[in-house]
């Protein structure tokens, strides 16, 4: 007797693998066209998003992310998935290098002797400068006036932790 139930994919299995399809399709139409290009899609794909991003109406979005939707269940979405979690992963380490930069800006102004933990993790560093940025951006803090210093600061910093 033959068990044809192995080969068998349950409906709510095949509309969540839609859904995901779908979903992917709205994460393309969110990339800019440079990075569009760079991902190999069939022409009638990259028309599909490019229509997408020109619709206003909200029913013909919907309409037009599910033909796309269509279309991308057609093909191997693996490289382009590859691509979407490259340009997240680095997305993401952009951000951490971000959020530490401003961790570094906003000890120094605090309390200007984590400048020696500062140095001690990157001894080649113009300490005088990073001390005149230090110091003026405290000043700047204390009269509530303009963030430039801070900026600079800032900005030094990134160099620095580059």
Known sequence: MID???DLISKTALKNQAKDV???????VALTDKQISQIE??????????????????SAQKRQGLYLAKLLREIDLSKAQQFVDHLKFESQ????????????RDRLIDDISNLTDLVNLSPDIDIQKLRNLILNSQKEIKKSS?????????????????
């Open 41 to 58: 899609l069939p022409e009638n794909v990259i028309e599909a998003i490019k229509e997408l991003k020109r619709i206003k109406k909200i």
């Open 22 to 28: 779908y979903e992917f399709g709205k994460v393309l």
């Open 93 to 104: 380490s952009e951000i951490r290098k971000f959020h530490q930069v401003e961790n570094w």
């Open 4 to 6: 044809i139930t192995d």
């Open 146 to 162: 303009s963030r430039k210093h801070q900026r600079e600061l800032f900005q030094y910093i990134k160099e620095i932790l580059e």
